[in-house]
């Protein structure tokens, strides 16, 4: 399968990933997958089929309301075909970042996240202490018409502190076991598509228990 992003690119942001532990790329995704996205977001928030999300790995999740106030919706490969494009695009990914930084990846998860009007998700990482297999973190956002002081910035901390404003087709791809991030108060209704590449297979965590 040829690749949908030139390995050129590639190497450019992981270049990036590797030496500042996250990279930001605007105008990720090519149009189609975009739209395809958009349309079974859409779809599935209609259908009023998003769950609040909790905090920790399975064995310990809970809603911690404290802690965040999005509403997820996960993504299944075999389900969703009519964003198939888009798992062969993550897939690719996958590919260039095993190459690149040496990591031995092997799976991913994926979901919508809707954060309702005041949502936020405090500072922390996403790799859960029970359970270590998420390895680089990937946001793509997805809401148009976004401006500067609607809220809902991305907070990176450490020392390359930055901002990021969630705005359309912006990613954003960070390791996750050392980027401490949280989600700043939204003004406005907050769209986007979280996921992770995994070390291992999720539902072998059990081992690692
Ligand atoms: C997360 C997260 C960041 C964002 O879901 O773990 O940190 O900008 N999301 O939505
Ligand atoms: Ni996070």
């Given at each position: ?9 590639w190497?450019?942001w ?8 996250f ?10 997958i975009l739209?395809?996205l ?18 920790g790995?399975?064995y310990?999740?809970k ?20 964003i ?22 092997q ?8 954060y ?6 405090k ?10 297999n ?14 500067n ?14 901002l990021?404003e ?10 996750s ?6 989600v ?12 992770w ?13």
């Amino acid at each position: 399968m040829s690749n949908q992003i030139l390995k050129e690119q590639w190497v450019q942001w992981l270049d990036q990933l590797a030496e500042k532990e996250f990279v930001l790329i605007d105008n990720f995704l090519p149009l189609n997958i975009l739209q395809s996205l958009e349309e079974l977001f859409e779809k599935v928030y209609q259908k009023d089929d998003f769950n609040p999300a909790k905090v920790g790995s399975s064995y310990h999740e809970k809603r911690i309301d404290e802690i965040r106030s999005d509403s997820i919706y996960w993504l299944d490969k075999t389900q969703h075909s009519s964003i198939a494009l888009f798992f062969e695009l993550i897939h690719e990914m996958m590919q260039e970042i095993s190459e690149f930084l040496f990591l031995s990846l092997q799976g991913y998860e994926f979901h919508f996240a809707n954060y309702p009007q005041g949502g936020y998700y405090k500072a922390h990482l996403d790799q859960f202490k029970e359970r270590n297999n998420r390895m680089i973190s990937v946001v793509i956002y997805l809401n148009k018409n976004w401006e500067n002081g609607m809220g809902g910035e991305l907070k990176i901390h450490g020392e390359n502190e930055l901002l990021i404003e969630p705005i359309y087709n912006r990613a954003v791809i960070f390791r996750s076991d050392t980027i401490l991030h949280e989600v700043l108060p939204t003004q406005f209704e907050r769209k986007s598509l979280t996921g992770w590449l995994l070390k291992r297979p999720s539902d072998i965590g059990v081992l690692n228990y």
